[in-house]
């Protein structure tokens, strides 16, 4: 059974830093893109920030240049770093997987960020 855990979020003051990590487990082949969305409080979920296996980034306008995402194919493993935080960046932040074999999208249960001073 393929399962993507989160773990990092909480609570930190403006201009803080965190660190999310999503471990994958149970996928055979592995990961194509994985990727970090968020969803506020009576909003849609959004993209966040997404990396290719080969590594390849793409970032939100409202998170460039603040954000990095990063993987470890071999773990299964994605990373978002969060510098500079702003009060508006509070959600609950899910991570994605799209497994090779078999094409299928998956999401981890989601851990919540909190900015607040």
């Known amino acids: 059974q393929v399962q993507l855990v989160e773990s990092g979020g909480g609570l930190v003051q403006p201009g803080g830093s965190l660190r999310l990590s999503c471990a994958g487990s149970?996928?055979?082949?592995?990961?194509?893109?994985m990727g970090w969305y968020r969803q506020a409080p009576g909003k849609q979920r959004e993209l966040v920030a997404s990396?290719?296996?080969?590594?390849?980034?793409t970032y939100a306008d409202y998170v460039k240049g603040r954000f990095t995402i990063s993987r470890d194919s071999a773990k299964k493993t994605v990373y978002l770093q969060m510098n500079s935080l702003r009060l508006e960046i509070t959600a609950v932040y899910y991570c994605n997987a799209h497994q090779i074999l078999p094409p299928r999208v998956y999401w981890g249960q989601g851990t919540q960020v909190t900015v607040s001073s």
């Open positions: 990396i290719s296996s080969g590594g390849s980034t």
């Open positions: 149970g996928s055979m082949f592995g990961f194509n893109a």
